[in-house]
């Protein structure tokens, strides 16, 4: 019998989500990825239209994924944008999402608390929020990816 394919949420699914997304479809793991607007998203992906920030938007989010992905960035590098994404954002998915694994990708500068200001207070905030949830699994990482590896070291 044929393992289930493995599985992961990518939340606010752009550049970088969308690459990881399209190196893991090819190797067989199903690839959940949510955005506003998902007509841009690869066919090879299951496609959720949902606002991060928006609570009621991420009852459509798939129960059992095996990794959660948050690589959501601000619309504007405003107080209100950057809390809206790095706090409201990241907490939304949080409640939403059951899986232990969960991955929060930033900037270097803003991931790492190099960045003053409203970015660097909200991802502070972020990452709070990550490590008060109890979930065994939870990653905050900046800067380059190694997330591939990194996932798969938790895969196994």
Request: a positive charge.
């Amino acid at each position: 019998m044929k393992p289930a394919a493995k599985t992961i949420l990518i939340a606010g699914c752009g550049d970088i989500g969308t690459r990881l997304g399209l190196q893991l479809a090819a190797q067989g793991w199903k690839v959940y990825a949510v955005r506003r607007n998902p007509a841009a998203l690869p066919s090879r992906f299951f496609s959720i239209r949902a606002d991060l920030g928006d609570p009621e938007s991420l009852r459509a989010l798939p129960g059992g994924a095996d990794f959660v992905l948050y690589t959501a960035t601000a619309a504007r590098f405003d107080e209100a944008h950057y809390r809206a994404v790095y706090v409201d954002g990241v907490r939304n998915v949080l409640a939403a999402s059951p899986s232990p694994n969960f991955f929060f990708v930033s900037s270097s500068a803003v991931g790492l608390g190099r960045c003053a200001g409203a970015a660097g207070r909200s991802a502070a905030m972020a990452g709070r929020s990550i490590a008060h949830t109890g979930r065994p699994n939870n990653r905050r990482r900046a800067g380059p990816p190694r997330r591939q590896q990194e996932m798969r070291q938790h895969a196994d």
